[in-house]
């Protein structure tokens, strides 16, 4: 038997891939399990993800912020829509990106069919939604007039930001630059004992 602790029993938590309930399910799990055995300081959850299901990611975010034990949040690769929503409810000041870290920021899309009257609830609900993603992002980055959200972060169109540029608009708290590597100095020969 291996003494050798796993990241899981370090508090550290993955979210690679989509947001979806395969992926969003053994972290809540975890995130419920680390609060009952009360067991660490805080939690970390790395992510690399392109987003999904935006009501999977709210299940996330709501046991994010009932848990005791804080969540520090890094984004490495690719932080995208849903997943970036789940690196803005990280703890604040842990929440870090890694410097070359895309992240995306854009409205959230839907694919409704059916009925007049279909459509018309479906967009009820849509609407509560945008709700919600407005609240969250005001509540996380700070940013609280509607309008400048719209025009900075949540416009029609994709918006692409850089780890520094999303620091800046407040969805992280800061970018992580990476340990410099030392190599190995070459032995210094002293030329005088060179025959």
Request: hydrophobic share 40%; charged share 20%.
């Amino acid at each position: 038997m291996s003494n050798t602790p796993s990241l899981e029993d370090e508090g550290v938590l993955m979210l690679f891939g989509p947001v979806a309930g395969s992926s969003v399910e053994p972290l809540i799990r975890r995130i419920l399990e680390h609060n009952l055995r009360r067991d660490r300081p805080h939690l970390r959850l790395y992510i690399n993800s392109p987003g999904g299901s935006v009501d999977q990611g709210f299940a996330l975010l709501d046991i994010m912020a009932w848990s005791r034990i804080p969540i520090y949040t890094t984004g490495m690769g690719q932080i995208a829509s849903m997943a970036l929503m789940v690196l803005m409810a990280g703890a604040r000041g842990h929440r870090t990106l890694l410097p070359r870290t895309s992240v995306l920021s854009h409205r959230f899309s839907t694919t409704v069919a059916g009925t007049h009257a279909d459509l018309l609830a479906s967009r009820v609900h849509e609407d509560h939604v945008y709700s919600r993603i407005l609240d969250h992002y005001a509540r996380c980055t700070g940013i609280v007039d509607r309008l400048r959200l719209e025009s900075e972060l949540l416009r029609p169109t994709d918006r692409w930001l850089t780890a520094p540029e999303a620091v800046t608009l407040g969805l992280a708290d800061q970018v992580l630059e990476q340990p410099q590597v030392i190599a190995n100095p070459q032995p210094q020969v002293d030329v005088s004992l060179v025959h």
